[in-house]
């Protein structure tokens, strides 16, 4: 583990007030050209060579493709050197407050020049076999994202718990039942009455989120791609929370070795930082 890094430079106090407040930040020249060039060419090795959790998100019929992948750290040296040492996890310290943070998972998702698949308005907490107050999710792209195709979140949702989660392609609510969780209100139809913010990016650029902020993203028009990689940090207080469902990503097994309410003390959830 490496102490945490004073990142001052990147994300000042307001910075952390508007993370803490608004549950999304986003973070200028985070990653230099050569740490973006690494993770390019890990996405593509990636691509090359998936892991069995890799995934197909995009309907048949669409004219690009969305596709997603998990926890190739351990295999894919580009990943891991940008999860160990990059600055990305200083940031998550101090927008936390944390005094240890800890890798959960990557996350690769792609979507190819022409994909209409939309990422639907959704929160991440229902995918996660993880409970706590604290967390963040990093979220970067390796190729330029206008405004069009990046990543949008409804400020402040992550203050009011959760919303009920349902399947991206059919809208299912297969973990709860109907009507027992409040909806994600239908923000695409009246977009001037909610508080969005998203904003575009180039490669070096990146967006922290907390895991219960509501957010989606379009599809990606005509001829550019969207290759975004994402690290998935644990700070002090998250506690293994087994699923009744299938999390996203799984960790078959873990709830043999780690019981319910148990700190993520596990050598799948390397301690990336320390202060």
């Not at 990543?151 to 109907?178: C, D, I, K, V, Y």
Request: glycine share 6%; hydrophobic share 40%.
């Amino acid at each position: 583990m490496t102490p945490a890094a004073d990142v001052s430079d990147l994300v000042d106090a307001a910075a952390i007030e508007r993370y803490r407040a608004d549950g999304c930040v986003v973070v200028r020249s985070l990653f230099s050209a050569d740490e973006v060039a690494a993770v390019r060419r890990g996405i593509e090795r990636n691509l090359a060579d998936p892991s069995p959790l890799f995934g197909v998100a995009s309907r048949d019929d669409d004219p690009g493709r969305f596709v997603e992948d998990f926890c190739n750290w351990q295999r894919i040296e580009e990943f891991r050197a940008i999860a160990f040492d990059s600055r990305a996890a200083d940031v998550a310290a101090t927008l936390m407050g944390s005094h240890v943070v800890r890798l959960y998972h990557d996350h690769l998702l792609v979507k190819e020049p022409g994909t209409r698949q939309p990422t639907p308005w959704h929160q991440d907490q229902a995918d996660y076999n993880v409970d706590g107050v604290d967390n963040v999710s990093m979220w970067m792209p390796v190729d330029p994202v206008p405004a069009e195709s990046t990543l949008e979140f409804w400020a402040g949702s992550h203050r009011g718990g959760w919303l009920m989660p349902r399947t991206f392609l059919t809208e299912q609510a297969r973990w709860f039942p109907e009507g027992s969780l409040a909806e994600i209100p239908d923000i695409e139809a009246d977009r001037g009455a909610f508080d969005i913010r998203g904003w575009a990016l180039e490669p070096g650029d990146a967006v922290f989120f907390h895991m219960l902020t509501a957010h989606h993203a379009y599809g990606v028009p005509g001829a550019s791609r969207r290759r975004v990689f994402s690290l998935r940090f644990l700070v002090d207080d998250a506690r293994h929370a087994p699923r009744g469902w299938r999390t996203s990503p799984p960790f078959d097994g873990l709830a043999d070795e780690l019981p319910p309410g148990a700190p993520m003390d596990h050598p799948l959830f390397p301690i990336l930082r320390e202060r």
